[in-house]
């Protein structure tokens, strides 16, 4: 969450510098119109390519974090299993001490 933050505050300061640099320039108004498309556009490509990066990134780690599930959850059953096998072992070892 501190990541997205920061990137958003960092491009909403660079897009303010941007603009307020371009409108105190001395230039004609349709120049300053083109250059803050411009870089209008060259923001939204720059924002559009950090939100696929961020996508992937959280794809990434959900997948992560389901193949570590499946590792638990497999080693938390082959535990269960073993433990259930010891029980029944103790089981048949009281049973002989008892009838035997």
Not at 51 to 59: A, R
Not at 61 to 72: G, P, Q, V
Request: proline share 1%; hydrophobic share 40%; glycine share 8%.
């Amino acid at each position: 969450m501190k990541n997205s933050n920061l990137v958003l505050g960092l491009l909403g300061g660079i897009a303010a510098g941007t603009v307020l640099g371009i409108l105190f320039a001395p230039a004609k108004g349709s120049e300053n119109r083109k250059i803050i498309a411009d870089k209008g556009s060259e923001l939204n490509d720059n924002l559009k390519e950090s939100v696929c990066k961020l996508s992937d990134k959280i794809t990434q780690t959900i997948t992560e974090l389901k193949n570590d599930s499946k590792n638990i959850l497999g080693n938390a059953n082959d535990t269960l299993a073993a433990e259930r096998a010891d029980l029944e072992n103790l089981k048949d070892i009281n049973k002989a001490v008892i009838l035997g």
